[in-house]
């Protein structure tokens, strides 16, 4: 039989309710933390540490929604009061957790532009086109995908290799090509990449992606906090009605 009447039983099925949206939310948490991190994996050695501790840290943030959706349900539905107690704690912890994985987002994108200007000027001494290492195939990559040349612009690779060579990456290979191909700064900016350096394309898709995992954490942090007030004022009311004193 239920202890609860009136408006303190609505919001003990909106809590429940609501524990259904988190186990959702909690779910969006690990695809998109997933997701980013799968987007940050290709490009590991251009990026700081905390490129790729924010996704693992929503991961693990949404793993831990869904486990403690359990003591919301099940606390709501049978009014157990140290189930929802202990609920409403662990869902205040993983509102400030959600939170600053949100904030840290957002300050990631501010900081997203000066971090990778500062690994893509030294990772490009790391090229090696006699001996290819995997700085050398990231470059490659990253100069096709975002149709650029160097970091700033295509004489960067002057100094790095001081002469007017340049990266095939830097060019357009025409089509019907045979044999040899030479890329080099004397070649007319048609048959290069766009002339302009691989830094604000490509400091711009990582920003947008730390945006998303910012915006995940904050909005799914908001509803959490309505959840936080919910399951309090469903503990206040059996506490009361169950003559509990004390936290027990």
Known sequence: MSLLTGSANAVKYTLFGFNLIFL???IILIAVG????AVYTGYEIFLASKFMSIPTFLIVIGAFIVVIT??????????????????SVMLFIIFILELSAGISGYVLRN???NLIEKSLN???YNYNSKTPNPTTQLWDEVQRDFNCCGNTNYT???VVFNNFDLPLSCCKIPYGTVGTFSCSASMYSLDRNENVGCLLGFSDYIATHAVSLGAAGVVIA???????????YIAREIKIRNGITGFM
């Open 24 to 26: 959702i939310t909690g």
């Open 34 to 37: 997933a997701g980013v991190g």
């Open 70 to 87: 359990f003591f919301g349900c099940w606390g709501a539905l049978k009014e157990n009061y140290c189930l929802i107690l202990s609920f």
């Open 111 to 113: 900081d997203a532009y």
């Open 122 to 124: 030294q990772s490009m």
């Open 156 to 158: 960067d690779w002057k």
């Open 222 to 232: 908001v509803l959490q906090f309505f959840g936080v007030i919910f399951a309090c």
